[in-house]
């Protein structure tokens, strides 16, 4: 059994065919594990580079939470934002957005830390029987952006096929900026409506607790698209849209720009995963809202599906 792509759909997966004693393989074509889930470090302090924080409503999803919290890797962060938009600013409640002080990566790393994970294993192809990359297995699941999966997929799967290419995705900029000091009061995070630029801008400092002068942006899905082969060009224009936004006199001493291809889903599958006749699973944030919550059930669910199928 191999489950392709160490995010937390796929880590979600293995776990749950883990438990049910069936053996299974994770790869993941990054050096390391996380998915969109990511964070990196900026002189050992890390910042989150791909989802902004996790809800939760989910009564599964919140025992994973519990665990995660007994383990102190997560934080209740803010129930409120700010909001942009051409009426000025104003705060917006909302559900309570949990936050990980050591980077979200972190959470899946621990849901993960007694599975077989193999990181810097890209995987070529994914053919019926199914055969990953020349050897037959059980079962195969592919947790990634559907565009990626359908580079895997041979055009005999025909099910899983359909299944990818009828998913949307859009791409977005994720920006790291690290200021010499602060000079905004704490914020949380902040909607950023009809703006060319900016979609949201998360106070990182406040997020993981540490009062860091570390603000990081998400652009919106237009801007990113004429950055996407040069993103590190666009760096200088989120910094001033950012400044512009916050009335910040000083330029940020460091800027970082991660390029997010398939960021969110835009276009939800039906139900929370799907599984063929053929023994091809696929699972993420793609079934359902664009949410940590959603991408671990429908690993979760997809895990459970295969302990029967496998059966």
């Known amino acids: 059994m191999v489950v392709v792509g160490a995010g937390i759909a796929g880590v979600a997966c293995a776990r749950e065919l883990a438990r049910a004693g ?41 025992e994973v939470v519990a665990e995660w919290r007994a383990a102190g890797l997560v934080r209740e962060w803010t129930d409120t934002f ?45 053919e019926p029987g199914p055969v990953v990359d020349g050897r037959p297995c ?54 950023v409506n009809d703006h060319p630029v900016l979609a949201l801008v998360c106070d990182d400092g406040d997020r993981r607790g540490d009062g860091a002068p570390v603000l990081v942006a998400h652009t919106t899905p237009a801007f990113a698209a004429g950055h996407l082969l040069q993103p590190t060009a666009a760096g200088p224009a989120v910094e001033e849209a950012v400044r512009d936004l916050l009335a910040l006199p000083e330029p940020a001493a460091d800027v970082h720009v991660h390029r997010w291809t398939y960021a969110k889903p835009t276009m939800a599958g039906t139900g929370t995963y799907h599984l063929d006749a053929d023994g091809i699973g696929l699972a993420g944030d793609a079934f359902g809202t664009p949410r940590v919550q959603t991408a671990w059930r429908s690993g979760h669910d997809l895990g459970r599906a295969l302990v029967t199928h496998l059966s």
């Open 82 to 126: 700010l909001a942009y938009d051409a009426q000025g600013r104003r705060q917006v409640p909302g559900p309570m957005r949990w936050a990980a002080p050591r980077g979200l990566r972190s959470l899946v790393e621990h849901l993960a830390r007694d599975l077989p994970v193999t990181v810097d294993r890209l995987v070529l192809g994914v």
């Open 22 to 62: 069936i053996p299974v393989q994770v790869r993941e074509r990054g050096r390391v594990a996380g998915g969109r889930m990511a964070s990196k470090r900026f002189d050992g302090r890390p910042a989150d580079l791909g989802a902004a924080y996790l809800t939760v409503s989910d009564p599964g999803f919140a």
């Open 138 to 191: 059980a079962a195969a699941v592919l947790a990634m952006p559907g565009p990626q999966a359908a580079l895997l997929l041979d055009p005999a799967l025909g099910e899983a096929t359909r299944a990818v290419r009828a998913q949307g995705w859009s791409p977005a900029l994720a920006v790291v900026l690290r200021f010499p000091e602060r000079r905004w009061a704490g914020f949380g995070g902040a909607f």
